[in-house]
């Protein structure tokens, strides 16, 4: 069944974030999103299991416009990805405050770290798709614990800055990036 042609999929996932406005996730159920917009339990049960796989489902489609963005085959530099990175999260800043508000958060954390390892290693090697065997290796390995730490910072810094009102641009963002990243390393590695 394919989603992304069908305005099923998308309608119940325009309805969850429309009752995320109204009410807590916890007290949202699944009958609430079925009945909100008349779209029938049995339909909205046929592309979505729960509530969760509705959000997962939202996050899915946000990461791939990220990926989608991160690759840009015109990327000369970190500069150009980073900036792209910030470009990309002060438009779509609505949906992640409305998932910072409404404690959903946590379901685009769980996959932001993925995803970007991944872009990376497209980026690299051309492709997505990382064989079981690679991934274990990438885990194990002492550079994804530097992965790890610089994608955690930088996650944290993009959350702060939607949290205060996106006051710099995504230009001045990129100049602050690389001015912690710089004062990082001159104070971890001399």
Not at 102 to 126: D, P, Q, W
């Amino acid at each position: 069944m394919k989603m992304k042609n069908n305005p099923a999929p998308v309608l119940i996932r325009r309805t969850l974030l429309e009752l995320l406005k109204e009410r807590p996730y916890q007290s949202i159920t699944m009958g609430d999103i079925a009945g909100a917009d008349y779209i029938g339990r049995r339909t909205c049960y046929r592309y979505y299991r729960s509530k969760d796989e509705i959000m997962k489902s939202i996050v899915d489609e946000l990461m791939d416009e990220y990926a989608e963005v991160m690759l840009d085959p015109e990327f000369k530099s970190f500069e150009d990805a980073a900036l792209a990175h910030f470009q990309f999260f002060e438009r779509k800043s609505g949906v992640v405050m409305q998932m910072m508000d409404t404690h959903t958060l946590h379901f685009l954390e769980e996959r932001f770290h993925g995803s970007v390892m991944n872009i990376a290693y497209c980026a690299k090697y051309g492709t997505m798709e990382i064989s079981p065997e690679e991934l274990e290796r990438i885990e194990q390995s002492a550079d994804h614990y530097e992965f790890t730490f610089k994608m955690a910072g930088f996650w944290q810094m993009t959350m702060l800055w939607l949290r205060q009102g996106m006051r710099f641009t995504p230009k001045e963002m990129l100049e602050l990036t690389k001015s912690n990243l710089t004062r990082m390393r001159e104070e971890l590695y001399f």
